[in-house]
């Protein structure tokens, strides 16, 4: 048998993944990627001034990659990360994405997370075919669209997680549900309650869309006991949390399960509810970010310690992003161009990671929410406690 066919397509294989020139003085094989100037250019659109800052997204996100470029980059290609603030201002919203698009040349949006990005940037990102691996998805338009996909889980698949969780492991049959509905939020979480009845076979006792941003929650608290739910949802954020679960202790409410998303999931929720005996459950959005010793927040722990950032939940966020975005650079054989990370990202395959419950995976599709899963902490003396070891995770939709 003639093995000389065989022993030079494996020399040349070998030659190639050496980044060699095969024989014969022949073009160099490209092994990995490659950038022109020694730089990759990212960016991304995030509310850090006005009524919500989220900067600890992508302030995370740049903790990777300078710790990245300190460690001389991806093969050589160091990341240009540039962090704009929206403001939550739709006008300056669209001005700094056309901003990073156009002049700075973004490859990719990474570690977003804003109030309004997705809603106002969504259709730019589509006309100028440009990806966003966004580190934090709030608006509805962050999970619907073909551009963006979220390392988070969001509201409202939360929303879904945590009736399913009610349900599977408290045995509510009365959940009640009560929602602020800002923006276009409303459909939103419509959908995540009509999920919850898809998956339970449960009807939801009681859907309430008045919730105020802000104001007197006794009519609530009060419907609640007196429609009879044995558990209540809501979406509401940190001080609102407090407030609630003080008004149902002034009210000497008992008997109701009281489940909460994870903007109520702080050390200063926990700390001001500290005397409260009701039952509270919040969502989580990635491995609990209190769970100093899991095995899981190891590597975001070290990474954000070493540049003397706070270990929050927005961090997990940013954290994660990045490190999704460096895996799919990392797959690049050639120029890292924004062609290059679409198509990279488009056919990308399910990956998993520590910090999630569920896969992450961009890929074709008319919608991303890729996150399917949650982990269920209890408040017990003022200190989060794990409820649900393994993750909750939503079975797939038929």
């Given at each position: ?37 020694g730089t990759i250019a990212v960016g ?160 939801a006792h009681l859907v309430d869309l ?90 975001w722990i070290a990474t954000m310690e ?93």
């Open positions: 048998m003639d093995w000389k066919p065989k022993l030079t397509a494996l020399t040349i294989a070998g030659l190639a993944g050496l980044g060699l020139a095969a024989a014969g003085g022949g073009p160099a094989v490209a092994a990995g990627p490659t950038c022109e100037d991304a659109v995030s509310t850090i001034t006005g009524p919500a800052d989220f900067s600890e997204v992508p302030k995370a996100a740049k903790v990777v990659f300078d710790d990245v470029n300190a460690k001389g980059g991806i093969n050589g290609c160091k990341i240009d990360y540039t962090i704009a603030d929206d403001k939550a201002d739709p006008g300056v919203a669209a001005q700094a994405a056309r901003d990073l698009i156009d002049n700075k040349e973004v490859v990719a949006l990474v570690g977003s997370a804003s109030l309004l990005d997705c809603a106002v940037n969504s259709t730019t990102y589509k006309r100028k075919d440009v990806l966003s691996i966004q580190g934090l998805g709030v608006d509805a338009a962050c999970f619907n669209s073909p551009t963006i996909a979220p390392v988070n889980v969001g509201p409202y698949t939360l929303s879904t997680a945590m009736g399913y969780f009610a349900d599977r492991e408290l045995q509510a049959r009365k959940l009640c549900a009560f929602f602020i509905i800002i923006g276009g939020t409303q459909e939103a979480y419509k959908g995540a309650i009509a999920n919850y009845e898809k998956l339970t076979g449960q009807k008045t919730l105020p941003f802000q104001g007197d929650l006794t009519p609530y608290v009060i419907r609640a006991r007196d429609e009879g739910c044995d558990a209540v949802l809501t979406n509401q954020i940190e001080p609102q949390v407090v407030q609630m679960v003080k008004t149902i202790d002034a009210q000497k409410i008992e008997g109701i399960d009281w489940l909460f998303l994870s903007p109520g999931y702080t050390v200063e929720v926990a700390k001001a509810l500290a005397d409260t005996r009701q039952p509270i459950y919040v969502g989580t959005e990635w491995e609990p970010f209190t769970e100093t010793a899991s095995a899981a927040n190891k590597d070493a540049a003397g950032r706070p270990l929050t939940a927005f961090s997990q966020g940013g954290y994660l992003s990045a490190n999704v975005f460096l895996d799919v650079i990392r797959g690049i054989d050639g120029p890292v161009t924004r062609d290059s990370v679409n198509e990279a990202l488009l056919s990308m395959q399910p990956k998993t990671y520590d910090l999630i419950g569920s896969p992450y995976v961009f890929g074709e599709a008319d919608a991303h929410a890729p996150m399917q899963a949650t982990k269920v902490m209890k408040l017990e003396n003022g200190a989060w406690t794990v409820v649900t070891p393994d993750w909750v995770v939503l079975p797939a939709a038929e």
